[in-house]
């Protein structure tokens, strides 16, 4: 069977694609992930499609390992196909697109000098990126003639080329939109920048170029995107379509993006005029409080529970008869009431996103939402936690359930191969991915815990103590750690029971 590259175009799509390898390059994306390509990309894609945007995107990969994914995207000449399915008004829908949006597909850390050269060009005007919450963080770096690690550290050494190139000219600075589900995160992604700016000793002229004349968006992104579906239903789709995708790729109908900044940003960026979702508002907190809060705060909720009692997916936990009703029980009664916003609409929302988590076409893994489980936690649940902790009450049973679960998901060891791995309630072995100083961490808790022959009581104190991972100290906190204590224990006694 034919590749998706390999297939055979019509005029239109190949006149479409001729038109694409010509565009010059307007926005660089930095992360080839599902989100992106889901979100960022099918909308720039909707704009190319009614003529109103003649720009391309160069991607590449924030990480060393995404270098095969980014590798099988360029095979594919930047091609993708977006499976789009669910409920628009209580009818199904389910739409198929190719996405041709790339004009530049490349590993970053191989071809370093091809990265610069599109960071100086004159026709480039956006970043966007999606490097997930441990992405815009501050970690001492060295500034050398080859690859930055470091999202925030390849911006500010690009930035840096950019400002030389053009000896500081204002009107050459870029459009930063960080997709990262970080509040404010705009604000976050430029202060890691400046950091950087101020260790590597770049000039004040160059910080001042940063600050005044590129401008760093906070904005809020709010889309199920599910990725590659179950190899029986891809396979099925293939020998429909006839032809075969990798990067194929589905999500739901709904979508959002909200972005603090002027509306006349349209005319860089004509997203409401190609008739989505978009909102440019002079106000994002209400946006991004309650969507990080209750749909990301219930998915972070669910993941690390959900794999440990052997569930694989959001639509099952949802009908687990215990977990699925502790979980709505969770965002309504503990998390709604600590938002300072309209209790009628927070649970008016909740019910829309209980409704899209059970959505019947799209499989969400918890598997692929428990990645960097740490920092989500950190930014989803953690200030529903807060809110209670700082002011002397007690954190209700099912926040404190949500620890509990994240802590005992974190149980690992560290595997032949370096990699990190745990073990369900019923003894399976699990897969932990996330940032490697954070699971050495962890890690060393859990193995303290059999070395020295601690309680559990003293290992989750320890845990909740270690501000390295929460930047706090939730030890503090009313019971909290004798409440997360009995949940673990309940949780290991019980089996599938919570």
Same mark, same amino acid.
């Given at each position: 069977?034919?590749?998706?590259?390999?297939?055979?175009?019509?005029?239109?799509?190949?006149?479409?694609?001729?038109?694409?390898?010509?565009?010059?390059?307007?926005?660089?994306?930095?992360?080839?992930?599902?989100?992106?390509?889901?979100?960022?990309?099918?909308?720039?894609?909707?704009?190319?499609?009614?003529?109103?945007?003649?720009?391309?995107?160069?991607?590449?990969?924030?990480?060393?390992?995404?270098?095969?994914?980014?590798? +099988?995207? /360029?095979?594919?000449? $930047? *091609?993708?196909? %977006?499976?789009?399915?669910? !409920? &628009?008004?209580?009818?199904?829908?389910?739409?198929?697109?190719?996405?041709?949006?790339?004009?530049?597909?490349?590993?970053?850390?191989?071809?370093?000098?091809?990265?610069?050269?599109?960071?100086?060009?004159?026709?480039?005007?956006?970043?966007?990126?999606?490097?997930?919450?441990?992405?815009?963080?501050?970690?001492?770096?060295?500034?050398?003639?080859?690859?930055?690690?470091?999202?925030?550290?390849?911006?500010?050494?690009?930035?840096?080329?950019?400002?030389?190139?053009? +000896?500081? /000219?204002?009107?050459? $600075? *870029?459009?930063? %939109?960080?997709?990262?589900? !970080? &509040?404010?995160?705009?604000?976050?992604?430029?202060?890691?920048?400046?950091?950087?700016?101020?260790?590597?000793?770049?000039?004040?002229?160059?910080?001042?170029?940063?600050?005044?004349?590129?401008?760093?968006?906070?904005?809020?992104?709010?889309?199920?995107?599910?990725?590659?579906?179950?190899?029986?239903?891809?396979?099925?789709?293939?020998?429909?379509?006839?032809?075969?995708?990798?990067?194929?790729?589905?999500?739901?109908?709904?979508?959002?993006?909200?972005?603090?900044?002027?509306?006349?940003?349209?005319?860089? *960026?004509?997203?409401?005029?190609?008739?989505?979702?978009?909102?440019?508002?002079?106000?994002?907190?209400?946006?991004?409080?309650?969507?990080?809060?209750?749909?990301?705060?219930?998915?972070?909720?669910?993941?690390?529970?959900?794999?440990?009692?052997?569930?694989?997916?959001?639509?099952?936990?949802?009908?687990?008869?215990?977990?699925?009703?502790?979980?709505?029980?969770?965002?309504?009664?503990?998390?709604?009431?600590?938002?300072?916003?309209?209790?009628?609409?927070?649970?008016?929302?909740?019910?829309?996103?209980?409704?899209?988590?059970?959505?019947?076409?799209?499989?969400?893994?918890?598997?692929?939402?428990?990645?960097?489980?740490?920092?989500?936690?950190?930014?989803?649940?953690?200030?529903?936690?807060?809110?209670?902790?700082?002011?002397?009450?007690?954190?209700?049973?099912?926040?404190?359930?949500?620890?509990?679960?994240?802590?005992?998901?974190?149980?690992?060891?560290?595997?032949?191969?370096?990699?990190?791995?745990?073990?369900?309630?019923?003894?399976?072995?699990?897969?932990?991915?996330?940032?490697?100083?954070?699971?050495?961490?962890?890690?060393?808790?859990?193995?303290?815990?059999?070395?020295?022959?601690?309680?559990?009581?003293?290992?989750?104190?320890?845990?909740?103590?270690?501000?390295?991972?929460?930047?706090?100290?939730?030890?503090?906190?009313?019971?909290?750690?004798?409440?997360?204590?009995?949940?673990?224990?309940?949780?290991?006694?019980?089996?599938?029971?919570?």
């Amino acid at each position: 069977m034919k590749t998706l590259s390999e297939r055979t175009l019509g005029l239109a799509e190949r006149e479409a694609l001729e038109a694409l390898q010509n565009a010059p390059v307007t926005i660089l994306q930095i992360g080839e992930g599902n989100f992106l390509r889901g979100f960022v990309d099918w909308m720039i894609q909707s704009c190319r499609a009614q003529g109103l945007y003649a720009g391309s995107i160069a991607v590449t990969q924030p990480r060393p390992e995404g270098k095969a994914k980014i590798d +099988q995207l /360029a095979r594919q000449d $930047g *091609l993708y196909t %977006l499976v789009t399915q669910g !409920l &628009e008004n209580g009818a199904p829908v389910s739409r198929k697109e190719t996405i041709q949006v790339f004009s530049h597909v490349f590993d970053p850390y191989s071809e370093w000098a091809r990265l610069r050269d599109i960071a100086v060009s004159a026709d480039l005007q956006v970043v966007v990126s999606n490097t997930t919450e441990a992405g815009i963080v501050y970690r001492p770096e060295e500034l050398t003639d080859g690859p930055i690690l470091s999202y925030p550290g390849k911006l500010a050494f690009l930035l840096h080329e950019r400002f030389q190139a053009f +000896q500081g /000219a204002p009107d050459k $600075g *870029l459009v930063l %939109l960080p997709c990262e589900l !970080l &509040e404010r995160n705009g604000d976050a992604l430029k202060q890691v920048v400046l950091r950087y700016a101020e260790d590597w000793n770049f000039p004040e002229a160059f910080k001042t170029w940063v600050a005044e004349h590129n401008r760093f968006l906070n904005s809020l992104v709010d889309r199920i995107v599910t990725g590659y579906p179950e190899e029986a239903r891809a396979e099925a789709w293939f020998a429909e379509w006839g032809y075969r995708d990798a990067m194929l790729c589905t999500a739901e109908p709904y979508h959002l993006w909200a972005i603090e900044a002027e509306p006349e940003m349209e005319a860089l *960026l004509p997203l409401r005029k190609a008739g989505l979702n978009v909102h440019w508002t002079d106000d994002l907190k209400p946006y991004q409080q309650r969507k990080v809060r209750i749909l990301n705060g219930a998915h972070t909720w669910m993941s690390p529970i959900g794999i440990l009692h052997g569930v694989e997916h959001v639509r099952e936990l949802l009908e687990h008869p215990v977990l699925g009703a502790e979980v709505r029980r969770t965002v309504l009664e503990e998390i709604v009431p600590s938002l300072p916003y309209d209790a009628e609409e927070l649970r008016g929302y909740a019910a829309s996103v209980f409704d899209r988590f059970g959505n019947p076409y799209i499989r969400h893994r918890l598997a692929d939402i428990a990645m960097n489980s740490i920092s989500k936690f950190n930014a989803r649940l953690l200030p529903s936690i807060r809110s209670y902790g700082e002011s002397g009450k007690l954190v209700p049973i099912g926040l404190a359930l949500s620890l509990a679960g994240l802590l005992r998901y974190y149980k690992i060891e560290k595997q032949a191969d370096g990699t990190y791995a745990g073990t369900s309630l019923e003894g399976l072995p699990y897969a932990v991915r996330d940032d490697a100083r954070v699971l050495e961490r962890l890690a060393g808790h859990w193995v303290r815990q059999s070395s020295e022959q601690r309680e559990l009581g003293d290992v989750v104190s320890g845990l909740l103590a270690d501000a390295e991972l929460w930047g706090t100290d939730m030890s503090v906190w009313q019971d909290l750690n004798q409440s997360v204590t009995r949940e673990i224990e309940r949780m290991e006694r019980g089996g599938r029971d919570v």
